[in-house]
């Protein structure tokens, strides 16, 4: 029996090693006449992209409006993912609402992600608005959390505190929506309403 018969009864076999052959062969070529790679001779800790000391940042809505500012004594951008790393965070939330004063805050440490769309605060936060327009002024103490600037909205699953005039609130994991003054209280909440003074 010829090779050509053989290889004819035997044709699938036959053209996956020929294949298989021209594969690794064209790999061989490769290797041997492509750059060798690039060697890595960094050594420790993933570096930042840059570093801030005493800087502000303003972050803006889509609709053009301010959606966050922020200042810090530091502040690191790390390379792999390009998010900011913030030393004592002091933070406003602007209510873009004539005669309604902002939101201010302060954190231990603050996470901001690439688009600027998500901050953690980490460590207690302190958050305060001074009293307008016969509004009481408020205040709210709690620990790590989660905000969408642009949407004026924060949670977190931590104890939070809230004081506003003598009303006072307080329970475990919140969700608040800063456009409309929608405050929910998760778990284990409490509060104390006293009645409001009549208007003479």
Known sequence: MSLLLWLRDRRLPAAIIVLALAAGAAQILLWWIGPAPKA??????????????????????????????????????????????INSPKFELPSNEAGVPDWLGESL????????????LQGPVYMHRPAFAGTDAAEM????????PKEN????????????????MSGTGMRASLNDNHLELLDDSHGSFPPRKRKS
Do not use: C
């Open 141 to 148: 103490h709690t620990s790590e959390v989660t905000a969408w």
């Open 153 to 168: 909205r924060m949670e977190t699953a931590a104890p939070v505190q809230m004081v506003q005039g003598a009303t006072t």
């Open 109 to 120: 440490y603050s996470w901001v992600d690439k688009s600027g769309t998500l901050i953690k």
């Open 40 to 85: 890595n001779d960094f050594v420790g800790p993933p570096r930042s992209g840059y570093t801030l000391t005493n800087f502000r940042m303003w972050s803006y809505g889509l609709d053009g409006l301010p959606a966050f500012r922020m200042q810090s004594p530091h502040l690191e951008r790390h390379e792999g993912d390009e998010s900011l790393y």
